[in-house]
């Protein structure tokens, strides 16, 4: 379904022409080149597995999806930020993909992109620090600002540490800066949602043993009680009075 949270209208889209798998990620961007809108869905597969279908991709007007192949051979979907939309900055989408054994030390993660106008895919090393971190590690990316940024939650020397890096000039690997770093013992995930104008950061977290267990918080006033504790996502939209229905 795609759906104007401003307006309240919806349309139904067309069912994929591969089987769904149990967990996938979408993302929606406009290719100026055919003044179309692009739907993007990504499978999010099982290590063992491999990708046998990496994706595939509904050009809103021709009303039907299509399967895209050439996906960097040896990688993985990984899987963040279920429930979140794809990062779309500089008109391609972003998503964290990983080769090797999760376990192991031959494991990398990498930053998958994949262009709405040309449907290529590349790949953009992440933060040096990030890519040096061992052990149990929850890794995304976002977009804030329409700036790429790359999170992780991991476990130092007994310490839930959340981190967070934007890459300022898209590109250009040596722009990557890290912005904040929060210990919290409780924590076991933190997605960036929004970056306000005065500098702080809003985030949907979940905890352990703790009520409530899924929240959101922003980084100079904590945990925002809402009317529902067990909101379990969110997202952030520009107001806009187009109709569903004028894009098919």
């Known amino acids: 379904m795609l759906w104007n949270p ?16 149990n967990f996938y990620r979408l993302g929606l961007g406009y290719d100026s080149t055919i003044g179309d809108y692009k739907i993007l869905k990504i499978d999010i597969n099982n290590p063992n597995e491999g990708s046998k279908v990496p994706g595939e991709i509904l050009t809103l007007k021709s009303g039907s999806w299509r399967n895209i192949d050439k996906f960097p051979h040896g990688l993985i979907t990984w899987a963040s ?16 993909c990983m080769s090797g054994d999760y376990y192991g ?15 290529v895919y590349s790949e953009i090393p992440l933060p040096e620090q990030l890519s040096c971190i061992k052990g149990n590690i929850d890794i995304g990316i976002s ?15 007994q310490q839930r540490t959340f981190k967070l890096w934007i890459l300022k000039n898209y590109g250009v690997y040596e722009s990557w800066n890290s912005v904040l770093s929060i210990v919290d013992h409780r924590l076991v995930r933190a997605i960036p949602k929004y970056w306000f104008a005065d500098g702080d950061v809003l985030f949907w977290s979940s905890y352990f043993a703790a009520k409530p267990r899924y929240s959101f918080r922003t980084t ?6 809402l009317c529902d504790d067990n909101i379990r996502n969110g997202f952030v939209f520009t107001e806009s009075l187009i109709s569903p229905k004028s894009l098919i």
């Open 6 to 21: 401003s307006t309240r209208e919806s349309i139904l889209l067309p069912q994929p022409e591969f089987p769904r798998q």
């Open 81 to 96: 930020g279920i429930g979140s939309a794809l990062a779309l900055v500089n008109n391609s989408f972003h998503w964290i």
């Open 105 to 119: 030390v031959s494991r990398t993660f990498s930053l998958v992109s994949f262009s709405i106008s040309n449907e």
């Open 143 to 157: 977009e804030v600002k329409e700036m790429l940024c790359a999170y992780c939650t991991y476990v130092p020397q």
């Open 220 to 225: 100079s006033r904590g945990a925002i009680r």
